[in-house]
C-alpha cells in the first residue's frame, strides 16, 4: 500500500529549513508563529539543600511530589498523581482546576513546614515574568478553561493552597516552567557540551533551548548570558501534511494551531489513525497508547492497519529529527562554534519502547539526525532521566 506519510531526505530538510526561519522571526518579534517564550529563570549551579514541592501538569496526569537535595543531588522522595486530561476537565472553571489540585497535593505524607517553595511545571503555553510566575496564553492538548486564559499561572495556585482547610505548609514562593525548560535544566549537569535542548514527545511536543540574551532581539537587552526559551514548537505549521492531517485539526477545538504537534505527538496519533481508517470498526477512544500497543504486538491484527500505525510513528520521529535540525541550525547562525549539543528528552512516545526493550522511535530519531545536521555538529541524547519535569521545576523554585 502507499505510503502517504512517507518524507523524503529533501522534505525534512524543507521542514528543518522553514522551522529555523519561523524561530528566528519569533526571536524579533512577539506573537509569531513560534512564540520563542523567554523564561527569565538561570538555574543555579550549587543547589542548596532542602525540600521543595514540585508540580508537573502535562496532557494528562497531574503529579505532585516532594524533591529533596542533599549535597547538589536531587531525589524524589515522594509522589502522587491522579488524571487530569481534557476528559476530567470538561465544564471546568479556575476553582475547579486549584481544588483538585489541593486535594492531591495534601495526600503528600513528607509535606511539612520546611516546604515553602514550590516548583511548577506547567505544560501549556504561558509567558515568564520576571518574578518567575508565567501568564497562560492559550490552551492546547484540548484542554479548555476559558477564565484562566491571559492571568498568572502560579500565584493563584499559591494563594489557594495557603487558604486551603487542609494545609500542611504556608509557601512564599512558585516558579512556573515549561516542561521542555525542566527538562533542560534536568539536563544541565551532563558537562562537555557547546549547547543544550529540552525536548517534550509525549502527549503533546514542544522544544527549548539555552540562547544568548543579546540574540533575543525582541528583548533589546545589552546583557550578556544566556537563558531559557520555549519555542513552543507545537505550533508550527510545517509544509507536507496531508489530507488526513488537515481533517484531524478540523475535528480538533483548536483548528489551525498546534500543527506539528497535530502531526506527532501521542495525543493526536490515535486521532490520525482513526481518521485514516474512518470506515473501519475501531473503539472511539483508540490513542496513542492503543496505536503503540498494535504496533509492538500486530500478531492476529490486520496487515494494513498494522501498517499505517508503523508508518504514523516513523514520520512522527523524522518529523521531531527535523525539528531538532532546524533549533540547531539557529544555535549554530547565532554561534558558528556549537558543534556538540546536548539533548535532554522526555516523554512517553520519544522513549517507548518495543517487546525487546529497544528504544525504537529514539533509535530513528538518532539515524535521521545523521543525515541532517549541518556537517560537525552532533546531537547527543542523554539517557533517560527519572522525573525530570519533577526535578527540574525543583532547581527552577531554588534558582
Given at each position: ?104 497535593i495534601c495526600e503528600l505524607e513528607t509535606l511539612d513546614e520546611s516546604v515553602s517553595q514550590i516548583g511548577y511545571c506547567f505544560s501549556y503555553p504561558a509567558a515568564s515574568r520576571l518574578n518567575g510566575d508565567a ?60 549547547s543544550y535542548m529540552g525536548l517534550i514527545v509525549g502527549t503533546g511536543t514542544n522544544m527549548a533551548s539555552l ?189
Open positions: 500500500m502507499e505510503n502517504v506519510f512517507d518524507l523524503t531526505t529533501e522534505q525534512l530538510r524543507e521542514i528543518a529549513n522553514k522551522l529555523q526561519a519561523k524561530i528566528e522571526e519569533g526571536l524579533k518579534k512577539e506573537g509569531m508563529e513560534i512564540l520563542d517564550i523567554p523564561t527569565f529563570i538561570t538555574p543555579q549551579k550549587d543547589i542548596p539543600d532542602g525540600k521543595v514541592l514540585t508540580l508537573d501538569w502535562g496532557g494528562t496526569n497531574f503529579r505532585a511530589a516532594i524533591v529533596e537535595f542533599k549535597d547538589g543531588k536531587p531525589s524524589v522522595i515522594e509522589s502522587k498523581k491522579k488524571p487530569i486530561s481534557s476528559k476530567e476537565t470538561v465544564g471546568f472553571k479556575q476553582v475547579d482546576l486549584l481544588n483538585e489540585m489541593a486535594l492531591l501568564i497562560l496564553l492559550r490552551w492546547t492538548k484540548e484542554i479548555d478553561i476559558p477564565d484562566m486564559i491571559e492571568k498568572p499561572v502560579g500565584e493563584p495556585l499559591m494563594q489557594y493552597l495557603n487558604n486551603f482547610k487542609f494545609k500542611k505548609s504556608t509557601f512564599h514562593n512558585i516558579k512556573v516552567v515549561n516542561d521542555t525548560v525542566a527538562c533542560l535544566f534536568a539536563g544541565l549537569s551532563e558537562a562537555g557540551y557547546d540562547m544568548p540574551l543579546d540574540k533575543i532581539e525582541k528583548l533589546n537587552s545589552k546583557d550578556v548570558g544566556v537563558i531559557p526559551v520555549n519555542l513552543e514548537s507545537g505550533n508550527f505549521k510545517p509544509p507536507h501534511l496531508t489530507v488526513v492531517d488537515g481533517l484531524v485539526d478540523a475535528m480538533s477545538n483548536n483548528k489551525g494551531s498546534q500543527l506539528f504537534e497535530k502531526a506527532i505527538s501521542g495525543g493526536y496519533m490515535g486521532d490520525i489513525y482513526k481518521t485514516f481508517f474512518f470506515d473501519r470498526k475501531i473503539k472511539y477512544d483508540f490513542d496513542g497508547g492503543d496505536l503503540a500497543e498494535l504496533i509492538n504486538n500486530p500478531t492476529g491484527k490486520p496487515g494494513d492497519q498494522v501498517n499505517t500505525g508503523q508508518m504514523i510513528y516513523v514520520r512522527s520521529a523524522k518529523l521531531v529529527a527535523a525539528s531538532l535540525t532546524g533549533l540547531a541550525q539557529v544555535l549554530v547562525a547565532q554561534n558558528p562554534s556549537i558543534k556538540k549539543i546536548c539533548l535532554a528528552a522526555d516523554g512517553s512516545v520519544f522513549w517507548g519502547r518495543d517487546n525487546n526493550n529497544k528504544t525504537y522511535y529514539k533509535d530513528i530519531v538518532e539515524k535521521v539526525l545523521e543525515t541532517l545536521l549541518p556537517e560537525g555538529v552532533t546531537i547527543s541524547v542523554i539517557d533517560e532521566m527519572q522525573d525530570p519535569n519533577l526535578v527540574g521545576s525543583a532547581i527552577a523554585a531554588l534558582s
